[in-house]
């Protein structure tokens, strides 16, 4: 069997000249249409631009450069934190604020106000300011009411090591909150600084959120401003937990 070949050169119908560059400018402006932002071309296949693109979000097919690719978590530094801080601070400040299910955040004169913690229907209460001369409640102060209490003698102070107090903390609260009808009330004397520091430790701790992720939540329903030292602390805890969940 004879192998197929090319036709040379003048065999067959005349050859149809190369047309010249002037030739396909004009082809290409006779033909012009209205410009679109897509055009269907050949069966399912479409030219279209960049804007197109931006504007639709196609998100059916991962981006060939983003597959597989994690973004590592950045722990945060202490002037990142603080800046949070501040920018997302709530327009008021009440004494109490339910900041997750069933765990409220508050001040001491919530803490002291038993009628309210009734209405609240409080079951545990952890002070982070336990002592006589700080917010000098106790278990003899809540007697005749059905509820626990957990006292930590802790000063608003940079200088002072609450973390020591995180994990313990943290299981106290998650036990608390899986108790039937469990409601915590976590609080200090402003509700601001050593309690929200413990709320945050729990939330890592127990509830897998990043330092960043626990102040979001937390903030989106009290203004809380942990003291320097605290925030490095929680700092250390965010450290940790990533290494061990490899978030690091």
């Not at 608390?176 to 309690?195: E, T």
Request: some cysteine.
């Amino acid at each position: 069997m004879a192998e197929p070949r090319l036709p040379e050169q003048g065999e067959g119908a005349e050859a149809t000249p190369c047309p010249s560059v002037f030739e396909l400018e004009e082809l290409l402006r006779a033909g012009k249409a209205s410009c679109s932002r897509v055009d269907e071309v050949w069966p399912n296949l479409f030219i279209g631009d960049a804007m197109n693109s931006l504007q639709k979000q196609d998100l059916r097919r991962p981006k060939i450069h983003e597959a597989g690719r994690v973004s590592p978590y950045q722990p945060p530094t202490l002037a990142s934190l603080q800046r949070l801080l501040w920018v997302r601070r709530a327009a008021t400040l009440s004494h109490v604020n339910e900041v997750w299910p069933n765990l409220f955040l508050g001040d001491a004169y919530t803490a002291r106000d038993k009628s309210q913690l009734m209405q609240l229907r409080i079951t545990h209460i952890v002070n982070a300011a336990a002592g006589k001369f700080q917010v000098d409640t106790g278990a003899k102060f809540y007697r005749g009411m059905p509820l626990e209490y957990y006292g930590i003698e802790a000063d608003d102070n940079p200088f002072f090591d609450l973390s020591v107090y995180f994990l313990p903390v943290a299981q106290y609260i998650r036990a608390a909150l899986n108790a039937p009808q469990g409601r915590v009330l976590v609080h200090c004397a402003m509700g601001v600084s050593r309690s929200a520091t413990l709320v945050l430790a729990f939330l890592m701790i127990c509830e897998n959120l990043t330092l960043v992720e626990a102040i979001q939540t937390v903030q989106a329903h009290r203004d809380i401003c942990p003291n320097s030292g605290f925030l490095r602390q929680l700092q250390v805890l965010d450290n940790r937990l990533g290494r061990e969940t490899g978030r690091l």
